[in-house]
């Protein structure tokens, strides 16, 4: 069902050649967004202007910013939304992003060429070009979305739990597991390392269960570390959690990593969202390395 939110609404979709901008923005048409691609920067605060003049249409916008709008254009975005946001109007930037390997293999599968590899610029190279030129944009990203290891389902599923979320009156939170060997998300807020705890990998009985089976739990669990490691993360997402939602802050993604992602990492994340439920009753759980192994 369309999302009918009680003031007007405006997402600011971008992010990199290949991340799944065009996929967020279909997601936010299929919500009711109205939904506008590759808007000239300069026209910004036209449309702001009209979500001004008539504060009880509900209607909602999405527009797509990408490294297509002149350099001039984006170095001027901070202001733009700054005015935007000024005026009343709910407004949030989100950011699709991924590691330069997944986006170049993507390119070299659907044979797209890179809007900004032109005269002979390598697509390595246009990718970093086009990151610096997104600078002022994931500056100001209120939620960012790292595709890298996500299937076209799973990447539309984000996008419509994260912004049905943001709709709520409490932040929208996530917490993700991780494993440090693919490398950190780059859509994490909040990253705690918990590969100082003992690791069921070295038990071979444990070796291909995860962080949700009764034996790594009852293997952590009996680690004093366990206890302490999970206390002290719960308790400072507990305190500045409030402060962030205070200072308007729509999403937060809190991530726990470990070697490999199946374990220790699953576990704390597992643990830390039973905790976290009272507050957040609608906080989002994912775990990044099962999904990218096992599809699940």
Known sequence: MPTEPSTPRLIVVSGRSGAGKSTALHVLEDLGFNCIDNLPLRLLPELVKQLEADPTDQQSFAISVDARNAWRELTKFPQIIAHARDSGIHIEVMFLDARSPALIQRFSENR???????????????????RELLQPVVDLADLVIDSTNLTLHQLRDLVKVRVRQSDETTMALQLMSFGFK????????????????????????????????????????????????????????????????????????VSIG??????????????????????????QLRHRELVANHGH
């Not at 220790?264 to 009272?278: D, F």
Request: aromatic share 10%.
């Open 112 to 130: 797209r060429k890179h809007p900004l590899s032109r005269d002979g610029v390598a697509l390595r190279d246009a990718l970093i070009k086009e």
């Open 182 to 253: 693919r490398g950190v998300p780059v859509d994490a807020d909040f990253v705690f390392d918990v590969r100082c705890l003992p690791n069921p990998y070295w038990k071979p009985e444990l070796r291909a269960q995860t962080g949700q089976d009764q034996g790594v739990a009852d293997f952590l669990e009996a680690q004093e570390d366990t206890s302490l490691m999970l206390d002290d993360i719960y308790q400072h997402i507990h305190k500045w959690l409030p402060r962030f939602e205070a200072s308007n802050r729509s999403y937060m993604t």
């Open 258 to 283: 470990c070697t490999g992602g199946q374990h220790r990492s699953v576990y704390i994340a597992e643990q830390l969202h039973k905790k976290l439920m009272a507050d957040y009753p609608k906080a």
